[in-house]
């Protein structure tokens, strides 16, 4: 099992900036892949961005540019810096983990947060 604790949603006029932090504890294994989803009122939950453990990174074309990703491995922690914050960019952001267990048994675990509100006025 692997818990993950998001904190760092809140209020913010459109034009400014948040940042998010999800911790990752439990049974971790060091190969996995951390990042974040978000889900609109009405709509389905969206990749937002994601980063493995070994910092390569994937963005949504809607965030490029404004949105970074980071991590520490060390204490399990995944960063979403986000700048220049739109309206459209409100939302439930929920944490990400997944990984796959090394062999032989190679079972697929995916994880998520329980969801941190981002409301951008505007």
Known sequence: QVQLVE??????????????????????????????YRQAPGKQRELVTTITSDSRTNYADSVKGRFTISRDNAKNTVYLQMNS?????TAVYYCYYGATE????????DYWGQGT??????
Not at 117 to 122: A, D, F, L
């Open 85 to 89: 914050l739109k309206p459209e960019d």
């Open 7 to 36: 904190s760092g949603g809140g209020l913010v006029q459109a034009g400014g900036s948040l940042r998010l932090s999800c911790a990752a504890s439990g049974s971790i294994f060091s190969i996995n892949t951390m990042g974040w």
């Open 102 to 109: 090394p062999p032989p048994r190679r079972m697929r675990y």
């Open 117 to 122: 509100q981002v409301t951008v006025s505007s």
